[in-house]
Nanobody, 128 residues
Framework: QEHLVESGGGSVESGGSLRLSCIGS??????????VGWFRQASGKEREGVAA???????RYADSVKGRFTISQDNAKHTVFLDMNSLKPEDTATYYC????????????????????WGQGTQVIVSS
């Protein structure tokens, strides 16, 4: 598997919750050290970083989602999760996960070019 696969998107009302999953492989997440980020792109807007985690367990969040979103991982299953709570209409977007090997969060920022592998995205719609 040369890419990542996202799932878990859907339509929810404001205040609701969703859990997104990002499944990788030995090729995309089987590194001794790595970072994984969740990005989102709303219609007509640029893609932005939302949350990230590395193989040491360090995490990073965009200010807009702090306290509402939680990123976690199951290393054995090459899977990264994004738990989204207290969802708002402005969270509506297509969500993508991305990974890079041999770099930790301390080594990278939110630049898309920092990440090597990407998924196809999963859509999240939050209605008011």
């Amino acid at each position: 598997q040369e890419h990542l696969v996202e799932s878990g998107g859907g339509s929810v009302e404001s205040g609701g919750s969703l859990r997104l999953s990002c499944i990788g492989s030995d090729h995309t997440l089987g590194f001794s050290s790595y970072s994984v980020g969740w990005f989102r792109q709303a219609s007509g807007k640029e893609r932005e970083g939302v949350a990230a985690i590395d193989s040491n367990g360090s995490t990073r969040y965009a200010d807009s989602v702090k306290g509402r979103f939680t990123i976690s991982q199951d290393n054995a299953k090459h899977t990264v999760f994004l738990d989204m709570n207290s969802l708002k209409p402005e969270d509506t977007a297509t969500y993508y996960c991305a990974s890079v090997g041999y770099l930790l969060l301390q080594d990278i920022g939110w630049d898309e070019s920092d990440f090597s592998f990407w998924g196809q995205g999963t859509q999240v719609i939050v209605s008011s």
